[in-house]
Nanobody, 127 residues
């Protein structure tokens, strides 16, 4: 079992930065893959980024085209936390952001891969 709690959302001006945190509890954190998704009102849940374990302590990061070059996903296994550093924020980044954990590999861009979800944290970018 993995429990996830997001934090760090808030209101920010366009062009600003924000760092989201996903704190995990459970004894298998280092062995799970973690993704970030977002959902704006009236829209489908959208893949944002994922950090995937290749083997041992090697991880690879993946990003949606819409955030590539602006967002960075990272993890600190000692703190059982995954981060999403967001910069150059745009109004279209406004959404409820969720982190999610998957116990096994697959299509990391699909919500259906993930077994555990946090409650979400709201990010609002004003123009």
């Amino acid at each position: 079992q993995v429990q996830l709690v997001e934090s760090g959302g808030g209101l920010v001006q366009a062009g600003g930065s924000l760092r989201l945190s996903c704190a995990a509890s459970g004894r298998t954190f280092s062995g799970v893959d973690v993704g970030w998704f977002r959902q704006a009102p009236g829209k489908e849940r959208e893949f944002v980024a994922a950090i995937i374990r290749s083997g041992g302590s090697t991880y690879y990061s993946y990003y949606a085209d819409s955030v590539k070059g602006r967002f960075t996903i990272s993890r600190d296994n000692a703190k059982s936390t995954v981060y999403l550093q967001m910069s150059s924020l745009k109004p279209e980044d406004t959404a409820l952001y969720y982190c999610a954990a998957a116990a096994r590999g697959g299509n990391y861009g699909s919500s259906s891969l993930y077994d555990y979800w946090g409650q979400g944290t709201q990010v609002t970018v004003s123009s």
